[in-house]
């Protein structure tokens, strides 16, 4: 079951950390990954973790300003974004997978509730 959180109201240009918590699986053994929607738009990647913790990747819209990162010993996975646009106004959603495409939603098996982030210009 993975738990996310951390979402909130900011002002463009600001920051905000999200974290997904894990329970009943340990976050080292699978591939990890954030996702998010906006109002009346498709599902879009946001970045990915491989589970051996070397390997990231980041949508296009989001490279340089968000960083996908990894706490064992926590079993949690955050996501530390900077630089926030109103662009950027979605739920972001975290999940779990083990063979993956990492930056393709179908090979994800474990989703968490999403957490709602609102950038305000």
């Known amino acids: 079951q993975l738990q996310a959180s951390g979402g909130g109201l900011v002002q463009a240009g600001g920051s905000l950390r999200l974290s997904c918590a894990a329970s009943g699986r340990p976050v080292n053994r699978y591939n990890m990954a954030w996702f998010r929607q906006a109002p009346g738009k498709q599902r879009e990647f946001v970045a990915a973790?491989?589970?051996?913790?070397?390997?990231?990747f980041y949508g296009d819209s989001v490279k340089g300003r968000f960083t996908i990162s990894r706490d064992n010993a926590k079993n949690t996975v955050y996501l530390q974004m900077n630089s926030l646009k109103p662009d950027d106004t979605a739920v972001y959603y975290c999940?779990?997978?083990?063979?993956?495409?990492?930056?393709?939603?179908?090979?994800?098996?474990?989703w968490g509730q999403g957490t709602l982030v609102t950038v305000s210009s």
């Open positions: 973790l491989r589970w051996t913790g070397s390997g990231t």
């Open positions: 999940a779990a997978g083990v063979n993956v495409q990492p930056t393709a939603d179908y090979g994800y098996t474990t």
